[in-house]
Antibody, heavy 118, light 113 residues
């Protein structure tokens, strides 16, 4: 069973930057893909970005393309999300989620809260 | 982007009765090369992260009770919960993982009548 633990959420002003981390109990051997999914307060789930753990190929939602960068450090079993030019509508709980056999998400972290406000 | 539309937005069902949630995709999520529908269902209880319950449209995740079932193909999918239990109260989301971005439906809130 893979455990995922997010960190790095904080209160930040519009235009600011933040780097989220997701520590996995194991990465390359048990996980095919890792994804960031966010949930604004009282709202539904929004897929943000994903990475194929083996190949490193990355994907982004249009809403974050050019502002967010997903990356992973397989040696440290850690996933990152570098978030730049943050806006108020980026305010959300950010979940790290993983797919053991594909892109459906069978492992989820508890989430980390990002608040963007002046 | 593929748009996922769930219906209804909310649903109240009596204990022991059947609950049915629908999900429609704006384009097919069926891949003919492997005969699979790239559709998953998640359950999110209050204050918790989502939990995978169904993948490949109809494969139940390990440990999920068999009262949960998924069906459908192409663009139209259904999550059925037979004999609703109190612990099934949650918001349910469908998600396509056929093409990025892997979009979610807006969610269906399931309550006890």
């Amino acid at each position: 069973e893979v455990q995922l633990l997010e960190s790095g959420g904080d209160f930040v002003q519009p235009g600011g930057s933040l780097r989220l981390s997701c520590a996995a109990s194991t990465l390359t051997s048990n996980i095919h893909a890792l994804t960031w999914v966010r949930q604004a307060p009282g709202k539904g789930l929004e897929w943000v970005s994903g990475i194929n753990v083996g190949s490193g190929v990355t994907y982004y939602a249009d809403s974050v393309k050019g502002r967010f960068t997903i990356s992973r450090d397989n040696s440290k079993n850690t996933l990152f999300l570098q978030m730049n030019s943050l806006r108020a509508d980026d305010t959300a709980i950010y979940y790290c989620a993983g797919g053991s056999s594909g892109w459906y998400l069978d492992y989820w972290g508890q989430g980390t809260l990002v608040t963007v406000s002046s | 982007d593929i748009v996922m539309t769930q219906s209804p937005d909310s649903l109240a069902v009596s204990l022991g009765e059947r609950a049915t949630i629908n999900c429609k995709s704006s384009q097919s999520v069926f891949y003919s090369s492997n005969n699979k529908n790239y559709l998953a269902w998640y359950q999110q209880k209050a204050g918790q992260p989502p939990k995978l319950i169904i993948y490949w449209a109809s494969t139940r995740e390990s440990g999920v009770p068999d009262r949960f079932s998924g069906s459908g193909s192409g663009t139209d999918f259904t999550l059925t919960i037979t004999s609703l239990q109190a612990e099934d109260v949650a918001v349910y989301y469908c998600q396509q993982y056929f093409t990025t971005p892997h979009t979610f439906g807006q969610g269906t809130k399931l309550e006890i009548k």
